[in-house]
């Protein structure tokens, strides 16, 4: 197995696009589970009311557990609000409960709205750093929306991760989230940068799907990956086992895929800092 290199330092993605239904939850968890799987320290943060990715990666999102949701709004300490994943040992993830649908209204009239996140996280990951157990990855889920929980993702994030679905609609849209972005770099995160795009549930035999994905390689040719990730039932059943497809069904091209885009995700960004 190839070992993946560790960032110099912790690289937080927000895995967005105000699309729903285009690959976020399955990207954010499988590319997580891929990464560490190579032994490389991964929290997810599950900020979607939804609570997919908890689901996804087998963590308990019920009400009564501790969750985003007490991050945000009740100033509870990461640290508290983190489960381990049962399947991969270096593996975390803060879950969402459903008690997250009301915070969007609920963060609207408290102070320092846009920063709840970034604050809670920088604590937490300092913390761990101190302690000799520095995160290599934090990968943070979004709802299908730009309202505030996006934006206190997008504050504490340094890299935008966008799945893209290949299909005729796909770049519709998109520049709703390009000029959302670049809101956010403007009055609350100068370091925030658009680093990957990938592009999910590609078929090959369809000239649309290879159309689209030639579209948005010409519009954002660096930040594309090489890779594209098929359309598979494994990847969809997964979720239902409380697994990912790198763990489910660890042959499979929808894990080989993943695998592959997580590989150049760490290569490019050890590429950027030297
Ligand atoms: P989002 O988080 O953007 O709403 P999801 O990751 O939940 O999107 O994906 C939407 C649906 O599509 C889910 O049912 C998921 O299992 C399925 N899906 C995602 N990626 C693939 C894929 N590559 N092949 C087959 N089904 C997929
Ligand atoms: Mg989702």
């Known amino acids: 197995a190839t070992t ?31 990464l560490a799987a190579q032994g490389l ?15 996804a990666l087998g963590i308990e999102h019920s009400t009564e557990v501790n969750s985003i949701y007490d991050v945000l ?34 963060l609207v009239s408290l102070v320092a709205r846009e920063q709840r996140l970034v604050r809670a996280l920088r604590a937490y990951l300092k913390e761990r750093e101190d302690a000799g157990e520095r995160v290599d990855y934090v990968i943070i889920d979004c709802p299908p929306s730009l309202g505030l929980l996006t934006v206190n993702a997008f504050v504490a994030a340094n890299e935008v991760l966008i799945p893209i679905q290949c299909e005729y609609y796909a770049l519709e ?28 549930m590609f078929d090959g035999r369809t000239n649309l799907s290879r159309q689209v994905a030639d579209d948005v390689r010409a519009h954002f040719p660096n930040q594309v990956l090489e890779v594209t990730i098929p359309r598979s ?42």
């Open 73 to 106: 709004i009740e100033d509870l300490p990461v640290f508290e609000a983190v489960a381990q994943c049962p399947d991969i040992e270096t593996l975390t993830c803060v879950p969402a409960t459903i008690d997250l649908a009301g915070a969007e209204i609920e």
């Open 233 to 274: 039932v494994r990847i969809s059943e997964a979720p239902s086992y409380g697994q990912t497809v790198i763990t489910y069904e660890p042959s499979s091209s929808g894990a080989l895929s993943y695998r592959e885009a997580a590989e150049e995700i760490a290569h490019r960004g050890v590429a950027d800092h030297g």
């Open 173 to 200: 849209g998109l520049s709703q989230l390009l000029k959302n972005i670049q809101l956010i770099q403007k009055h609350l995160n100068p370091a925030l940068e658009i680093s990957t795009i990938l592009l999910t």
């Open 4 to 34: 993946f290199p560790a960032p110099d330092s912790t690289r937080i993605f927000t895995v967005a696009n105000q699309k729903g239904g285009v690959g976020k939850t399955t990207t954010a968890v499988n590319i997580a589970a891929a």
């Open 41 to 55: 320290k991964v929290l997810v943060i599950d900020i979607d009311p939804q609570g997919n990715a908890s689901t």
